[in-house]
């Protein structure tokens, strides 16, 4: 039975892959930090399949007790402050996180068990101001906000740590992926949430920021199956992955609100509020590489996955407000 710790576990991200490691047949340990008062939210349904154990990416003595006690044969680093509009209001935080934090891991992993292989999540937003269109593993990284500066710099000393020690490392640069247990601060979650509550009769509008943005978005559970095949390969290398499709925040609010028969023009309003300082236009990727090398596809289209999270997102609500 091949052991697999995954930090950032009681994520979106995480609880998907622990979800597909243990239908592997992969004893699953997942890494969380001390807390008085712990959320396994995303978890509960698999808690006594899994084991957690604490630690912290601030602390290396953490990560090295945790790699020798455990010896795992892969380690996906899942964790990150990931909310774009947060790391311009903490970007110390977003830099000590996802910069010197995968650092601290990747050098744990060296000094017990350089033979471990790693998953790095890279991101679509290090491409920001896009060279080219659609975005390829050769395609500059221009960043535009903290978070994805951050990004660029995991992504490299991920690269680093591959090309000096000879150790398997990967990047998986993914483009956007939402599920029904994304955060309710991303756009998509966002939008899904607040159709729901408009359509129970708990809201009059939505309040969004840019409508033109677009991304590539698609069904997080589909991109967790990338990130294993790139741990089962002879040689590591790094992979775009994404729907090769892309869609507005217009299109999402069209979906969303379509799908309960209501016109997204009589409730969504436009806040300056909600624009970043700096914008990523347009996303889109080319995975073909990881169509020819991992024979990777996706599964769930953009508009099945909107509706599975409006179907959430109502079943939620009524529940809550016992509709």
Request: proline share 5%; aromatic share 10%.
């Amino acid at each position: 039975m091949p052991t697999a710790l995954i930090t950032g576990i009681t994520g979106q991200d995480g609880s998907y892959l622990a979800e597909f490691l243990l239908n592997k047949g992969y004893r699953v340990v997942g890494l969380v930090r001390h807390s008085s008062d712990p959320s396994y939210q995303r978890l509960q349904h698999i808690l006594d399949k899994i084991e957690l154990v604490q630690g912290d990416l601030h602390d290396l003595g953490s990560l090295v007790n945790v790699m020798e006690e455990y010896r795992p044969d892969e380690v996906y680093n899942l964790a990150a402050q990931s909310f774009v509009p947060t790391s311009w209001s903490q970007p110390l935080l977003t830099a000590e996180v996802n910069s010197l934090g995968v650092t601290r891991l990747l050098e744990a992993i060296r000094r017990t068990n350089p033979k471990t292989r790693f998953y790095q999540a890279s991101s679509s937003e290090m491409f920001g101001k896009v060279r080219e269109v659609p975005q390829r593993e050769t395609t500059p990284f221009h960043p535009r906000s903290p978070y994805a500066v951050s990004k660029v710099y995991a992504h490299w000393i991920t690269v680093n740590y591959r090309e000096s020690y000879d150790m398997f490392t990967v990047s998986g640069i993914l483009f956007n992926h939402e599920s029904p247990r994304r955060g309710l601060e991303f756009v998509t979650r966002k939008v899904t949430h607040g159709v729901a509550k408009i359509k129970l009769g708990l809201a009059k509008e939505l309040r969004l920021g840019n409508l033109e943005a677009k991304r590539d978005w698609g069904f997080a559970g589909d991109y967790v199956r990338a990130m294993w095949l790139m741990l089962q390969q002879d040689h590591p290398d790094d992979f775009v992955v994404g729907s090769e499709h892309t869609h507005s925040v217009r299109d999402l609010c069209e979906v969303a609100f379509g799908y309960v028969g209501l016109d997204y023009h009589d409730f969504v309003v436009q806040d300056p509020r909600f624009y970043r300082p700096a914008e990523v236009d347009l996303l889109i990727a080319d995975a073909t590489k990881a169509h020819q090398k991992l024979n990777w596809y996706p599964k769930v289209s953009f508009e099945e996955m909107i509706q599975m999270m409006v179907e959430n997102d109502l079943a939620l609500l009524k529940k809550e407000h016992d509709l």
